[in-house]
């Protein structure tokens, strides 16, 4: 590093936390930016897969994750209506060590926080950022006429909903409610695999073990249901028994948790949206995450890749002057990202659609194929993040990877 720089982080979610910390850990004078007005994460729970741990270990968060969330070793489905096995992934098949890390936001992002704090890392709350004037030399335009800069970079971690970002993303017809609730006592054994069921690929239920929150011991599952964009209103205002009893007629084991649930605020409507960015910065203003690439969550990717914009992001940081760290940054998250956006575009589909065409490619090719040797090969590379090396060889056995792999061994056997 050449000299220390002035760096704006926008957005306090889990791509600008890494971000923050990573290029603090450079010794770079870094603001966070949030429209919140205390820190708070959204959502209910998700996966952190294999390549995503490797970055929390980065950030000195692994430990933590480990303690609080649950290892996932299998993603299993079954079609309610050809009683066919319809997902069918294990995290072992290549590694036996590795595991998708099921884990609550609140937990993680407690976690992540509290590292971007004790890195001095300054957190401006209540800023609604909506612009980046002049990138060769940024200022942010914050709501309220303000204004802060010239910054040396501004990364925008802000989202799906980016303000700043030049990303146009279509929208997909299909989001899903998600909810939390307590894993009962009977229950707490099924950790170690997400479960689903469908019908066609029109309905699809789906249960994610995701461990504790920081104060409360009660293990909790993430439990989600497809909707359609345009169901939602009618959903909304039906009675909430209606849906609870539908549900539980789909599927039993589902309805029995959904006895939690309560009222319609109970569950929250997630929208999903596909697309990149071709060109991920412009002169000294970058973008990471959700901001730059969205897609839907079936392959369990989002946080993962906004961990990994992070990670290599900072590597490029550490290695050239901004401006060409910025090119070699695209550069390097290229092929992974581009891998996963059109496998992406390629499976939602399967899971998620009115046609039942897809529904029976997905149970009659797709996942025996998946069953296969070299299926459950292939599957299993896919899920763990790990179809290309996104480090692309760079990351040899370092003692911090060696120390990451001995904490991901440790816990939890
Ligand atoms: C229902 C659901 C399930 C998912 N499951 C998984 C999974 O299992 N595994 C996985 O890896 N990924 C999953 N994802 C994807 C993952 O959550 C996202 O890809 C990831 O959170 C993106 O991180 P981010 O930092 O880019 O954005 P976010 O985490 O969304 O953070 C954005 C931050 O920017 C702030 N912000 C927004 N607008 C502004 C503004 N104008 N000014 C200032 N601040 C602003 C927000 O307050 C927020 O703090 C899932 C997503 C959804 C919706």
Known sequence: MDRVLEIAVVGCGIGGLATASLLRDQGHDV????????PEPSGAGLIIQPVGQKVLGELGVLGGALSHGVK?????????????VALAARY???DPDQFGLGIHRGALFELMLKAAQARQIKIQSGHMVFGVDNPDCPYIRIE?????????LVVDASGGGSQISPLISVDLAFGALWGVVDLPEGERDLSGCLRQRYVHANKM???LPIGTLPGDPTPKAAVFWSLKRSDYDDWRSADIADWKAEAAAMWPDFGYLLDQIESHDDMTFATYSHGSLNKVHDQRVVYVGDAAHRASP?????????????SILAEAMAEYPTRKALKVFRRRRMLHLKLYQTLSLLMTPLYQSDRRLNAAIRDRIVTPFAQSRLGASLVGRIITGQLVDPFGGRRKESNQ????????RGPGE
């Open 31 to 38: 603001t966070i930016f949030d429209q919140f007005t205390t």
């Open 72 to 84: 996932i070793k299998s993603l299993s489905g079954r079609s309610q209506v050809s009683d066919r």
């Open 92 to 94: 072992d098949v290549r």
């Open 144 to 152: 309220g006429n303000r204004q802060a800069g010239p910054f040396d």
């Open 205 to 207: 239920a789906g249960v």
């Open 298 to 310: 079936q392959l369990g990717q989002g946080a993962n890749m906004a961990l990994l914009d992070a």
């Open 401 to 408: 990877a060696r120390q990451v792999r001995d904490i991901l």
